[in-house]
């Protein structure tokens, strides 16, 4: 997705030789219409597939999962989350994920209300690096009995391995852009 490119290498700046920054259009200030494009687009790639529902992550992937939805007949988006609420049931699926960024363990929990056998799930994160976030939000959908009709990632890092992961499950995933290397702060894309 060509604008979305551009926007990358006019603002993205690279952590080391892994993180890419987009601070400023996607995860702290949002880009709203560069939003609605990615929406559209992902609407073109999932065409004529069944969806009922967005899955995604707190925090990053709700602002962008509520605006997808909105290409895909206003389906619920449903978020797992990340920390312990007291407001959350307690019946929930969960499932078990290595945080690439802070380097750590975390659960991600959804209520069992919202997410069910019936359910065709489309499941919409920010950033694919290793696959972790999507595979726990793949399981969380199959222990409810759903299907996964596939994973829309804005920004794929190719270089690492969570395309080979969720491909490895059986699920489709398309990327808006496809990173292939952020070596020596230049963002070369595939
Ligand atoms: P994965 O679970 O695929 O290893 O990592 C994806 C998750 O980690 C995404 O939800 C995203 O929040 C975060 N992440 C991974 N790599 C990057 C990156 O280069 N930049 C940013 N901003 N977030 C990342």
Redesign the pocket.
């Known amino acids: 997705m060509e604008v979305l490119k551009k926007k990358i290498l006019s603002q993205g700046t690279v952590?080391g030789s892994?993180?890419?920054?987009?601070?400023s259009f996607?995860?702290h200030q949002i880009d709203v219409k560069l939003l609605n494009e990615i929406g559209l687009e992902f609407k073109k790639r999932f065409a004529n597939q069944e969806i009922t529902k967005i899955l995604t992550?707190e925090a990053?992937?709700i602002g962008i999962a509520c605006i997808v939805a909105q290409y895909f007949n206003n389906v619920p988006v449903v978020f797992a989350k990340k920390h312990e609420a007291t407001t959350l049931d307690a019946g929930v699926y969960e499932a078990e994920?290595?945080?690439?960024?802070k380097n750590k363990n975390y659960k991600i929990k959804t209520s069992k209300k919202y997410i069910n056998k019936e359910d065709k799930i489309l499941i919409i994160?920010?950033?694919?690096?290793?696959?972790?976030?999507?595979?726990?939000l793949i399981s969380i959908s199959r222990q409810a009995g759903a299907d996964v009709v596939g994973v829309g990632i804005v920004?794929e890092?190719g270089f690492?391995k969570?395309r080979i992961c969720i491909e490895k499950e059986g699920v489709k995933v398309e990327s808006l852009a496809i990173i292939k290397s952020?070596k020596g702060n230049e963002v070369l894309f595939e």
Not at 18 to 23: A, R, S
Not at 97 to 101: A, G
Request: charged share 20%.
């Open positions: 952590i892994e993180i890419l920054k987009v601070d996607l995860n992550v990053s992937g994920v290595f945080s690439f960024t994160d920010d950033f694919l690096a290793n696959g972790n976030a999507a595979l726990g920004i890092k690492q969570g952020l």
